[in-house]
């Protein structure tokens, strides 16, 4: 009679040996594992080209009774492949621009005043992150201002892991100690928020709080035009384009793109100027270039991130786009039918 031990191990055994002959005759390279009475049953995830799919299989939020899991297998190279990307880690980049601020409404010159969304900025997240909602995302970064932060949030509600966004606060090391989360299953249902106010709107010095028309008709248009959109021109006691970047870039190549790097999932939610000058770095736009790009709130912008390069899939040059998904229409029909396809063998 054999123990529960080797009994274990045999029903293992067999899994592996099925798993086997799906790789070499059928091409799958993930598998969906239950067990139930005593028995284990494996079904194989098929995938038309590499993708991020065991993040979502491990975002399916599971009934607490199921075993359920995601494997990975160790025979993977086995499996014939035709493309080469399979072997190129990759990571996604979203930018969001903050839903309408009720300054944006009065078409006043905001800069770093901290003012919340209108109703229809609220409206605007909530689309946003109907969006993204199937693309996995491991870490956000905001800025200090309460309309970034209102956009992430509202945008997260609709992300299908119904993962919770935890503000990171590590101002001083008391902030640390008083908000840890010690629960390490509720650490893994938590998405890290990390502000910075180096993501901050550029400050408009005087000119905050000034309706933009009339500033222009007291100024002269041509002066106004300057200081909005030329690099290097500051308004009076503001910063121009180039300090915005400066601060903004820098902050993007010390702590967001090593996590891009290491495989993280990154969604960035900041403001037109700190968002221009990042797709300044990303793009490689010349001075120029930056300041005809116009940014419209609420809109999603994905880029690519594999072997140190930015690819952009969303198109930020007009508010007529589709964000996301202006550069590749089949990225969101090919990542719905993915998730359909988990959640199909899932109910199985």
Known sequence: ????????????????????????????????????????KMKPVFRKERCSLRQYVNCVKYPSESSLCAIKPIFSSLSSTNDSRRTVPESYLILIRHGESMWNEKNLFTGCVDVPLTSKGVEEAIEAGKRIRHLPIDVVYISALIRSQ?????????????????????????????????????????????????????????????????????????????????????PPN?????????RAVTYFKEQIEPQLSSG???????????????????????????????????????????????IRRGSPLASMENGVYAYTENLATYKQNLLDEVLDEVSL
């Not at 629960?183 to 998405?191: A, H, L, R």
């Not at 503001?238 to 400066?246: F, I, K, P, Q």
Request: charged fraction near 20%.
């Open 1 to 40: 009679m054999l123990s529960w031990d080797n009994f274990i191990l045999n029903m293992v055994a067999a899994v592996y040996h099925q798993a086997i002959c799906f790789t070499a005759n059928k091409g799958a390279r993930d598998f969906l594992v239950t067990s139930s009475s005593g028995s284990l």
């Open 150 to 234: 209102m956009t992430a949030m509202l945008a997260l509600t609709e992300h299908h892991c119904k993962k919770v966004p935890i503000i990171v606060h590590d101002e001083t090391e008391q902030a640390k100690v008083w908000s840890q989360i010690y629960s390490e299953g509720t650490e893994m249902q938590s998405v890290p928020v990390i502000k910075a106010w180096q993501l901050n709107e550029r400050m408009y010095g005087e000119l905050q709080g000034f309706n933009k028309l009339e500033t222009a008709e007291r100024c002269g248009q041509e002066q106004v035009y300057k200081w909005r959109r030329s690099y290097d021109a500051r």
């Open 238 to 246: 503001g910063e121009s384009l180039e300090m915005c970047l400066r």
């Open 264 to 310: 993280k999932n990154v969604m960035v939610v900041a403001h037109a100027n700190s968002l221009r000058s990042i797709l300044m770095y990303l793009d490689k736009l010349t001075a120029e270039e930056v300041i005809h790009l116009e940014l419209s709130t609420g809109v999603p912008m994905l880029y690519i991130y594999r072997e140190n390069q930015f």
